[in-house]
């Protein structure tokens, strides 16, 4: 089954006390917050890659930072 004995217990009590939806949420992981950067900057960085899709991950970090906006090359990886 892939779950130990009182693991399998603990979810069928769940289950029969709240339904399905007591098990969707039964991650204990923290999301990942700290390589986020903020919307603005991420929206900057969008608009470089649409606009310029040529534009390779040095030049995009480049062309912003000429803008004010400070971005690591690797930030700018796979928005285009």
Same mark, same amino acid.
């Given at each position: 089954?892939?779950?130990?004995?009182?693991? @399998?217990?603990? @979810?069928?009590?769940?289950?029969?006390?709240?339904?399905?939806? /007591?098990?969707?949420?039964?991650?204990?992981?923290?999301?990942?917050?700290?390589?986020?950067?903020?919307?603005?900057?991420?929206?900057?960085?969008?608009?470089? /890659?649409?606009? @310029?899709? /040529?534009?390779?991950?040095?030049?995009?970090?480049?062309?912003?930072?000429?803008?004010?906006?400070?971005?690591?090359? /690797?930030?700018?990886?796979?928005?285009?």
């Amino acid at each position: 089954m892939g779950y130990s004995r009182d693991s @399998f217990y603990r @979810f069928q009590e769940l289950y029969e006390k709240e339904g399905e939806l /007591a098990l969707q949420d039964l991650s204990r992981r923290k999301p990942n917050h700290k390589n986020r950067i903020e919307p603005e900057k991420e929206e900057a960085v969008k608009k470089i /890659a649409i606009d @310029f899709p /040529a534009y390779g991950q040095q030049r995009e970090s480049n062309e912003l930072k000429k803008q004010g906006i400070i971005v690591a090359p /690797a930030t700018c990886m796979g928005s285009s």
